[in-house]
């Protein structure tokens, strides 16, 4: 060709033209990947990459794949899913990314500086997140930290005001797998680590509110760092068995006072509680009520007054600790109302097995170690008895501090006694306190990872009260493997006594004491039965060879079986004794021996009844030993029973809306007797004099057309015996 190059060709001093024929093929040609073509004439066709970078587009749901491109401004191919390999930026919406359903993205997400992703009420899985945007959270948002490749997933950021999830787990398998978190983050129901180690750095807080608890699920990995647990107390002047479910070295002041010691101080509303009973030197809250509001346990589970809150661990001990409210209430006397507070405690989750020595002798106090509710049934126990004590601080009435509630064992299932008001279960609570007992040699209990339990609080921490007996302190959600619950000792009878409190309208429990009787009891005291834990205000106790029971289980009656009651720290005041019979139909007769009155009240052998009494001035009428029960079985028994069984029965009952009434009495001994009709409020509406002849005796009466509706008690009073009957107007 001479100096003169073709047109369509030039000169190459990067090697031989591969295609004199095609002017795009050259040794500095573009390569395209893929097409089987060799443009840069290197002897080979380019292996096309595929292209991992996606881009969020301006709109659209962000758990969608369509919602992707490859183009930085969204559009392009779409991934084929949100798997290992790709990263996905967040970008086109200014910074503000909202989820409108669940989403898992296996590949890295890219969240810039000044973005928001607000995961609004659904889960966001997570393997790889980078970028200095933050996430923001809600009550109703959950966040999965998972992988199996291991390695730091780094720091989670939260936006300010964004940083609280319902729910947060790790699930990071691999060498290294862990995260850590960067801002403040509040834990509304439940921490989950699966796997892997998060560092709090001191930043996580499990909350505590009206209507949940935040828990931790049984840990399969590990948590570094203070944690912040906090217990929510609903409004009420009562005692709490009480600890906080962590490690380290925060005193009470710091903790349960919020750090200050004076009477006005409020630091933080809505928190912490006045704690008094000593000098402000020694952290204590001045006031006009300066009696000791808080109290540890010795060895043997004696209450004695703490002497300084600032020197008083709080971390992993029980104390029973009287709530006022927080500490915006005054302590200018007894009469101001409560209200709501949260307690909190920071530092060291602990995790793993948890021993706890018990002493041969005495209540052994147990704090619940972990910040989630416990199965006192699958508890590892050596030479403890299958029976423990909790405090229901709902008990007492409108103005009652609480009293203690025994669970135990017998031989089927569990006996709760008395059917508290929380209700009270054999789930034991985030920061609840507990008492158990050895069987006469010290022991331990091993409190375990497995022993946590999903069963939410029931009431004990909560703003409701009441109960229907025992099967309503059973969660419908009960697993399988939580093990036996409340269910009655197979083929035995028995009989409930609960003391109560029926001062105008003041009313409510006070306590109780449960007798049962059964061939697979002992008549000697053993870990069938439940000795009696003293509450702050009365206590109803039954005395058999010395002891005081709360729960006394023993062999089927032969003839007549007698319960020595033991009342104590009663005040002046009217009180209610309720009994509630347990298959005792074929019995003979119960009766409540009074001998302060010398009165003897036959109670019913099948349905409940009850029987008011009176503490006066008089020191004789709160007499510990002033009641005895006499159970008499079928046999005759001289002096206690009769072969002709009397029967007292009204009708008709309800009574007509005139006032009639008949009573029908069968085998009554003749004499004079006293009718009268009793209110619930323990007042007598109705009041006459009758004779009676031997044998059967039909006997009208009107007890009034303007009587309200209700409930009341017909005593039948002789001058050896009374009886009482139920009569119902409605």
Not at 315 to 323: C, D, G, I, Q, S
Not at 485 to 506: D, E, Y
Not at 508 to 525: H, K, M, P, R, T
Not at 681 to 688: H, I, L
């Amino acid at each position: 060709y001479g100096a003169t190059i073709p047109s369509g060709y030039k000169l190459s001093t990067l090697g031989k033209d591969c295609n004199d024929g095609n002017a795009s093929i050259h040794p500095s040609a573009a390569e395209i990947c893929g097409n089987g073509i060799d443009e840069n004439c290197d002897g080979k066709d380019a292996v096309c990459v595929p292209v991992n970078d996606y881009y969020s587009k301006p709109s659209g749901e962000l758990h969608n794949v369509l919602s992707w491109g490859v183009n930085p401004d969204g559009s392009g191919a779409n991934p084929a899913d949100f798997g290992a390999g790709k990263t996905f930026n967040l970008a086109n919406r200014a910074g503000n990314y909202m989820m409108t359903g669940n989403w898992t993205v296996m590949g890295t997400l890219v969240n810039p500086s000044g973005s928001q992703l607000k995961i609004n009420g659904y889960t966001l899985s997570l393997a790889t997140l980078t970028g200095a945007g933050t996430l923001t959270g809600s009550t109703t948002s959950s966040l999965v930290i998972a992988g199996a490749d291991g390695g730091n997933f780094g720091n989670i950021n939260f936006t300010s005001g964004g940083g609280m999830l319902k729910s947060f787990t790790l699930n990071r398998s691999g060498a290294g797998g862990a995260a850590t978190i960067g801002t403040a983050l509040s834990v509304h129901d439940v921490l989950t680590i699966s796997n892997g180690a998060l560092n709090t750095g001191g930043k996580l807080k499990l909350k505590s509110t009206a209507t949940n608890t935040a828990r931790v699920a049984p840990l399969m990995g590990s948590i570094n760092g203070n944690v912040t647990v906090e217990r929510y107390i609903p409004a009420r002047r009562a005692w709490r068995l009480i600890n906080a479910p962590v490690g380290g070295n925060q005193t009470v002041n710091q903790a349960w006072q919020e750090g200050v010691n004076t009477a006005s101080a409020d630091p933080a509303p809505g928190f912490g509680t006045h704690i008094t009973g000593g000098t402000s030197v020694n952290g204590f809250d001045q006031g006009a009520q300066s009696s000791a509001s808080l109290k540890s346990f010795t060895a043997v589970g004696a209450l004695q007054n703490v002497t300084s809150t600032n020197t008083a661990l709080v971390a992993n001990k029980p104390y029973m600790l009287f709530v006022r409210g927080d500490r915006s209430v005054s302590l200018a006397g007894t009469t101001v109302p409560a209200n709501n507070t949260t307690l909190r405690a920071t530092g060291p989750l602990l995790t793993g097995n948890q021993t706890i020595p018990v002493p041969a002798s005495g209540f052994t106090a147990v704090a619940n170690p972990f910040a989630s509710p416990i199965n006192f049934a699958t508890i590892t126990r050596t030479n403890v008895a299958n029976s423990f004590y909790v405090w229901d601080p709902k008990m007492g009435g409108t103005y009652g501090v609480g009293a203690y509630v025994n669970i135990s064992y017998n031989g089927t299932g569990y006996d709760i006694t008395p059917a508290s008001v929380s209700p009270e279960s054999q789930y034991i609570q985030s920061g609840q306190g507990f008492l158990v007992q050895s069987t006469g040699s010290a022991g331990s209990i091993v409190i375990k990872e497995s022993d946590k339990s999903a069963t939410a609080a029931q009431n004990v921490f909560r703003e409701q009260s009441g109960i229907s007996g025992q099967q309503s302190a059973i969660s419908s959600q009960q697993s399988a493997h939580d093990g036996l619950v409340f269910t009655p000792a197979k083929n035995a009878i028995g009989l409930r006594i609960n003391l109560q409190i029926a001062n105008g309208s003041q009313r409510g429990l006070l306590d109780e004491v449960f007798a049962s009787y059964s061939s697979n009891f002992s008549n000697e005291i053993d870990n069938m039965d439940a000795l009696k834990a003293e509450n702050v205000m009365e206590n109803l106790a039954i005395i058999r060879k010395g002891q005081s029971l709360m729960v006394d289980r023993r062999k089927p009656i032969q003839t007549s079986d007698t319960l020595q009651l033991n009342l104590s720290n009663t005040s002046v005041s009217t009180y209610m004794f309720e009994f509630s019979p347990i298959a005792l139909s074929n019995a003979e007769s119960v009766t409540l021996a009074d001998h302060y009155l010398k009165t003897n009240t036959e109670v019913s052998l099948t349905e409940t009844s009850q029987v008011y009494f009176q503490i006066t001035s008089n020191s004789r009428s709160s007499a510990a030993d002033r009641f005895s029960v006499i159970i008499v079985n079928r046999k005759a028994v001289p002096g206690l029973g009769s072969t002709a069984k009397v029967s007292i029965r009204a009708y008709p009952n309800p009574v007509t809306t005139n006032g009639a009434v008949n009573l029908q009495l069968d085998n009554i001994k003749a004499g004079m007797y006293r009718l009268e009709l009793v209110n619930a409020a323990g007042q007598t509406v109705y009041r006459r004099m009758i004779h009676l002849q031997n044998g059967t005796f039909n006997q009208p009466l009107n007890i009034g057309q303007n009587l309200p509706s209700g409930v009341y008690q017909m005593k039948i009073t002789g001058k050896d015996s009374q009886r009482v009957i139920k009569i119902m107007r409605r």
